[in-house]
């Protein structure tokens, strides 16, 4: 929660069950919290590692892609298997090869 800071803080990390997601597309807004700026990512990395993360999933434009990739090749140097998805998710529909993405019909 609140952006890759969120990753350092383990103690606000929800499962997100069908319970607490059934109702999110009446809600506005975003239930996972956002935030600027992305901390160490070897640090990151490393707390994925200690929490036994196997898949981790972010969702943004450029910045948000970029700091996905720099922390799987963090994880790769620390011997970690972590699968790792970056969800295009910008208003500004502003990434090559990508056609649309999520929230640019809807800004």
């Not at 809600?27 to 898949?55: F, S």
């Amino acid at each position: 929660m609140g952006g890759f800071h969120g990753i350092m803080e383990r103690e606000k990390w929800i499962e997100l069950t069908l319970e607490v997601v059934q109702d999110i597309h009446q809600k506005g807004g975003t239930i996972l919290k956002t935030r600027r700026g992305n901390p160490d990512h070897r640090e990151a990395a490393a707390a994925l590692k200690a929490a036994g993360v196997r898949q981790f999933f972010a969702l943004g434009g450029e910045g948000t892609l970029l700091g996905v990739l720099q922390i799987q090749t963090a994880l790769a140097h620390a011997n970690h298997c972590c699968s790792c998805m970056g969800i295009p998710a910008t208003i500004n529909n502003d990434l090559p090869l990508i056609d649309r993405t999520f929230g640019f019909d809807t800004a």
